[in-house]
C-alpha cells in the first residue's frame, strides 16, 4: 500500500526498524527532506501523513495479530498437553520401533509456528513504542516551531499573563541538566536561546508597565506583572526593577548633594549650590529614607511573600549603591583644617544611624508581628517541584543592576524570595560598616583632638611672673581639661559602647600628661630666664618684710618662692582632680567589663542591632590587651593590692611627680641661692694658699697668727643662712603645698634613694604627715642640697691647700657639720673632707700611700697638699 503522498508506509517502518532510535531517524528524514526539496521530492508534511497512515496501519494489524493470538492461546495450551502426554506415551515403544518421518515434522512445524507468532509479536510492539516517540517528538516540533509566533502574536495582543504561561510551559519540556557536547541533546541549545529571546521580548515589553506601577505604587498591577516575572522564572530582575525604582529618589538627595570640600556633581549649577555640612545633612537624608522604608511596610506585603527579607535586602540594595559611598563621605571629615574636631561629628552621625536602625527594627518587627506566616505562602505558579527546580535564565537582564546586586545574585534564588538569610541579615552591618575603621582608630583619633582642645599650655605674661595668677590659670585650665576627659569617656561609650577602652585610657593618660609636662616646661624655663627677670612690683605683706629683711634674699627670690609654693598646691589640686576623674574613669569601665563577664558564649554585643554588635566583637578592638584591662579593673581593690596596679593613668601621676620635682628644685634653688652666693668665691680664699704669720699693722714687733680655729667669714654666712632657714619654714609650714610630694624630695637631691613604691602610695603617705613633720624633711633635704653642691662643686675647685690653709679648712667643715647635724643631715662626705683636710701631712701621705683605692676625696686632698711629689 503506498499513499498518494508517495511515500510508502512500509517503507517508513523498515527505515524505523533499522534506524537506533526516533531522533535519528527522524533527523536523517529531515536532513533528506531537505535535500531533496529542490526536486519536488517528498515534503514534512507527506512524511507526516504517511508515517500517521503506517502508525495507524501498523496498529491494525498489530490489533488483529493480538486478536489472532489471544484466540490461539487456549488451543495452543491444550496442544502443549497434547504433545507432551503423546511424548510421554512414545517414550515406551521409542525403544522398540522408530518412529516415521511425518510424526517428527508435525511436531516441528507446531513449535516453529509458536516461535514465529512471539517473534512477531516482539516486531510489532517495538514498531508501536517507536511510532508513539515519534508522534511526540513531531508534536514537540511542531509545538516549538510555532512557539515564537504564538509569543510574539500574545505580546503584540498585550496578553502577558499567557505569553508568560506559554513560555513557562515550554521551559518544564527542557531536560534539567544540559547534554554534554557532541551529544543528540545539543540541539536543545537553540531551543534553551529562543525561550531566553522570547523571555527577555516579555520583559522588554512590560518593564515601562512595571516601572511606572512601581513608580505611582499600584500596587494590584505590580502583583501581577510579579506573577509573571515568576512564571518566566525571572523574580530577581523583577526584585532589581522594583529595588532600582524605589531607591531612586534617596540616591538622588545623595549623589546630587555638595558637601563641604566636595566638588558640583556633573552638570549641576554651582552657582545654584551651597554647600552643606556632612552632619547637617546626613540625619535628613536617613530622616527621607526611613520614611520610604514605612512607606513600603505597607506595599511591599501585598507584592512579596517575603516581606520582611524584601525589605531588610531594599536597604542593603540601596546602602551599597550610593556613590560616593558613606565611608568615603566620612573620610574626608578628617582631611583639611579641623580634622581632629571631626570626630564629634562622626559620633553624631554614628548615633543618628543608631537611631535610624531602631525605626527601621521597628518597622521590620511589625512586618513580622503582622504576618507571621507570610514567608510559607508561594507564588501561584511557584509551587510544587516547580518552585524546587527553579533555574536562572541564561543571559544577561536587561534591568539595571548595581554592583552589589550583581555581586548577591549569587545567593540570590534561594526559595520563592530570591533572597538569601545572609543577606536580609547584613543590612545593618551595610549600615555600621563605613564606621568601624573610625571605631578601631578611635584611640589615635580621640587624641588627636585632645590635643586640639589643650591649646597653649598657661596664659602669657607679660612683666613679672605672678606665681598666682599663674596658679590659678593652671587650676582654670586643669577643669577644661579634665571636662574635655569626660566627653571622652561618653565618647568611647556612645561610639564604640567600651570595645575601645584600651584606646581610650592611652588616650587620655597621653592627654592629662602632656598637660603637665606642658606646664613643667614653664616652670623649667622660668627657672632659666629667673635670672634676666626684671620685676617691678612685688606681692608680699610688709609683716614678711620685716621678720625676713636680715635674709639676704631679694624681692625677685621672694617672688620665685611664691610662685613655687603656689604651683605646687595647684598640683596638689590637681592631682586630687585626677583622682576624682580615675575613679569616674574606673567606675565606666566597670560597666563595660561587667558586660563583657555575662555576655551570653562570651561575646558581648551592644548596639540596637544585632549586627552592629557583630562588627565590633569581630574587630581588632576585641583583643587581648582589652581582656587584660577589664581584668584589672575587675579586680577587687584590697590593701594587699599594689598601688601601681591600681593606676589607670600612670603616666599622668607621674607627670605631676616630675612638676612637683620641677617645683621643689625652683625652691631650693631660691632658698639656697644666698648661700651659694657666698659660696662661689670660697674656692679661691687666699687663706688656703698662706703658709706664715703675717705682722698686723699697729703691732710693731707683734707677732699675731694670721689664722684662727673660728670659721671663715664665709663660712659664718651660710652657717647664719642654714640657721636662718628654720625660722623662715615656721612661716610656711601650715601651707599644705609644701607637703605636696615630699617623697620627691630625696630623690630630687641625689644624695640619697628616697623612699621607693608608687605616686600614690607617696600621696598617702604625705597626707598624714604633720606641719613638723613637713618642715623638717624640706630642712634635710636643703641641708643635703647644701653639702651636694659643697662636696662637689666648691670643694674640689681648691688649688692649693697647705697646712694652715687645711687648718682653717677643718674649721670650717666642723662649724658646718655641727649645723649641718642640726637640721637632721648625715655629715657624709663633709665628715670625710673635714678628715683628711685635718691630718698632718706625714699622716696624710702615709694613708695615701698606703690606700689602693683612693677615694675621690682623698686624691682630691692629697693634690691639694702636694702629697703626691
Known amino acids: 500500500m503506498e ?37 519536488n521530492g517528498p515534503s514534512l508534511d507527506e512524511l507526516l501523513t504517511a508515517t500517521s497512515i503506517a502508525a495507524q496501519s501498523t496498529s491494525s ?69 517507536r511510532m508513539e516517540a515519534a508522534r511526540d517528538v513531531l508534536r514537540e516540533a511542531e509545538s516549538w516551531g510555532a512557539l515564537e509566533a504564538e509569543v510574539t502574536a500574545l505580546l503584540a495582543e498585550k496578553s502577558y499573563a499567557r505569553a508568560a504561561s506559554r513560555l513557562s510551559a515550554s521551559a518544564k519540556l527542557m531536560p534539567v541538566s544540559r547534554p554534554a557536547a557532541g551529544t543528540p541533546g545539543t540541539t536543545q541549545e537553540p531551543r534553551r536561546a529562543l525561550l531566553t529571546s522570547l523571555a527577555n521580548q516579555l520583559e522588554a515589553a512590560i518593564s515601562p508597565d512595571l516601572v511606572r506601577a512601581i513608580t505611582t505604587n499600584d500596587v494590584e498591577l505590580c502583583k501581577s506583572l510579579y506573577a509573571i516575572f515568576v512564571d518566566i522564572e525571572r523574580e530577581s530582575e523583577f526584585r532589581n526593577y522594583y529595588y532600582g525604582t524605589r531607591r531612586t529618589p534617596i540616591m538622588e538627595a545623595w549623589n546630587q548633594i555638595i558637601l563641604d570640600g566636595e566638588s558640583a556633581p556633573t552638570g549641576t549649577p554651582q552657582q545654584q549650590q551651597i554647600p552643606e555640612k556632612l552632619s547637617s545633612f546626613y540625619p535628613t537624608f536617613l530622616s527621607l529614607f526611613l520614611s520610604m522604608l514605612n512607606g513600603e511596610r ?53 548615633q543618628v544611624t543608631e537611631e535610624f536602625a531602631k525605626g527601621t527594627e521597628r518597622i521590620l518587627e511589625k512586618l513580622r508581628v503582622s504576618s507571621p506566616s507570610v514567608m510559607s505562602v508561594t507564588s501561584p505558579s511557584s509551587s510544587g517541584e516547580g518552585k524546587l527546580s527553579r533555574r536562572r535564565s541564561m543571559r544577561m537582564s536587561m534591568s539595571w543592576r548595581s554592583t552589589s546586586s550583581v555581586s548577591g ?72 581639661v579634665f571636662s574635655a576627659a569626660e566627653e571622652s569617656i561618653e565618647r568611647c561609650m556612645t561610639f564604640t559602647h567600651g570595645y575601645a577602652s584600651v584606646g581610650l585610657v592611652r588616650a587620655l593618660d597621653g592627654y592629662i600628661c602632656a598637660f603637665v609636662d606642658a606646664w613643667t616646661n614653664c ?32 624681692s625677685q627670690d621672694w617672688a620665685h618662692i611664691q610662685r613655687a609654693l603656689h604651683l605646687l598646691a595647684a598640683a596638689r589640686a590637681v592631682k586630687e582632680r585626677l583622682g576624682v576623674f580615675e575613679t ?57 593590692t599594689s598601688a601601681a596596679a591600681s593606676i589607670l593613668l600612670p603616666s599622668s601621676h607621674s607627670a605631676l611627680t616630675s612638676f612637683a620635682r620641677a617645683n621643689q628644685r625652683t625652691l631650693q634653688r631660691v632658698l639656697l641661692s644666698p648661700l651659694f652666693v657666698h659660696l662661689n668665691a670660697y674656692s679661691s680664699l687666699s687663706l688656703w694658699s698662706a703658709s706664715r704669720q703675717e705682722p698686723v699693722p ?30 623662715l619654714f ?36 604625705e597626707q598624714l604627715h604633720s606641719p613638723e613633720a613637713v618642715t623638717s624633711a624640706w630642712l634635710s633635704s636643703l641641708g643635703r642640697t647644701m653639702l651636694a653642691h659643697l662636696t662637689r662643686n666648691i670643694l674640689p675647685q681648691i688649688r692649693v691647700l697647705t697646712s694652715a690653709g687645711s687648718a682653717q679648712l677643718a674649721a670650717d667643715l666642723g662649724y658646718l657639720s655641727t649645723i649641718i647635724r642640726a637640721l637632721g643631715v648625715e655629715e657624709g662626705d663633709l665628715e670625710r673632707w673635714r678628715t683628711y683636710a685635718s691630718m698632718g701631712d706625714e699622716e696624710g701621705r702615709a694613708d695615701y700611700l698606703a690606700a689602693e683605692n683612693a677615694d675621690d676625696i682623698l686624691r682630691s686632698i692629697a693634690k691639694m697638699r702636694r702629697w703626691l711629689s
Open 3 to 39: 499513499s498518494s503522498t508517495g511515500v510508502s508506509p512500509a517503507s517508513v517502518i523498515e527505515q524505523l526498524d533499522s534506524s537506533p532510535d526516533v531522533l535519528t531517524w527522524l533527523n536523517t528524514v529531515l536532513d533528506s527532506s531537505g535535500q531533496e526539496a529542490a526536486t
Open 61 to 129: 494489524a498489530l490489533e488483529n495479530t493480538i486478536d489472532e493470538i489471544s484466540r490461539a492461546t487456549p488451543r495452543l495450551v491444550y496442544d502443549l498437553h497434547f504433545t507432551r502426554d503423546g511424548a510421554l506415551a512414545l517414550k515406551s515403544v521409542l525403544a522398540q520401533s522408530i518412529p516415521s518421518s511425518s510424526a517428527s515434522a508435525t511436531a516441528q512445524g507446531h513449535f516453529d509456528a509458536t516461535s514465529q507468532v512471539l517473534e512477531r509479536l516482539q516486531y510489532l510492539d517495538t514498531i508501536r513504542t
Open 298 to 350: 505597607h506595599t511591599i506585603p501585598a507584592i512579596f511573600p517575603d516581606p520582611e527579607s524584601t525589605l531588610a535586602f531594599l536597604i542593603h540594595n540601596t546602602l551599597t549603591a550610593l556613590t560616593p559611598s558613606p565611608g568615603q563621605r566620612f573620610a574626608a571629615l578628617f582631611h583639611g583644617n579641623g580634622s581632629a574636631s571631626a570626630l564629634k561629628d562622626m559620633v553624631k552621625l554614628f
Open 409 to 480: 545574585s549569587a545567593k540570590q534564588q534561594s526559595g520563592s524570595s530570591g533572597i538569601s538569610v545572609v543577606d536580609a541579615m547584613e543590612w545593618d552591618q551595610c549600615l555600621f560598616q563605613p564606621f568601624l575603621d573610625f571605631q578601631v582608630d578611635f584611640g589615635t583619633l580621640e587624641r588627636r583632638l585632645l590635643d586640639e582642645a589643650l591649646g597653649p599650655p598657661v596664659v602669657k605674661l607679660q612683666g613679672a611672673v605672678d606665681g598666682d595668677r599663674a596658679a590659678r590659670a593652671m587650676r582654670e585650665r586643669a577643669v577644661d
Open 523 to 554: 616652670v623649667i624655663d622660668w627657672a632659666n630666664a629667673s635670672s634676666e627677670t626684671n620685676t617691678s612690683t612685688l606681692s608680699y605683706n610688709g609683716a614678711e618684710d620685716e621678720e625676713f629683711a636680715d635674709l639676704d634674699y631679694t
Open 584 to 640: 569616674r574613669l574606673r567606675g565606666a569601665l566597670n560597666q563595660v567589663a561587667m558586660a563583657f563577664r555575662t555576655a551570653v558564649n562570651g561575646l558581648y554585643t551592644p548596639g540596637v542591632t544585632k549586627g552592629e554588635g557583630i562588627l565590633l566583637a569581630q574587630s581588632t578592638l576585641n583583643s587581648v590587651e582589652l581582656r587584660d584591662l577589664f581584668s584589672r579593673v575587675l579586680q577587687p581593690q584590697s590593701s594587699g
Open 698 to 727: 699697729g703691732f710693731a714687733g707683734v707677732n699675731v697668727p694670721a689664722f684662727s680655729l673660728s670659721p671663715s667669714e664665709t663660712i659664718q654666712r651660710v652657717g647664719d643662712g642654714l640657721l636662718n632657714l628654720p625660722r
Open 730 to 765: 615656721e612661716v610656711y609650714a601650715e601651707d599644705d603645698a609644701l607637703g605636696f610630694e615630699i617623697g620627691a624630695l630625696a630623690k630630687g637631691d641625689g644624695l640619697s634613694p628616697g623612699p621607693e613604691g608608687g605616686d600614690s602610695s607617696a600621696l598617702q603617705a
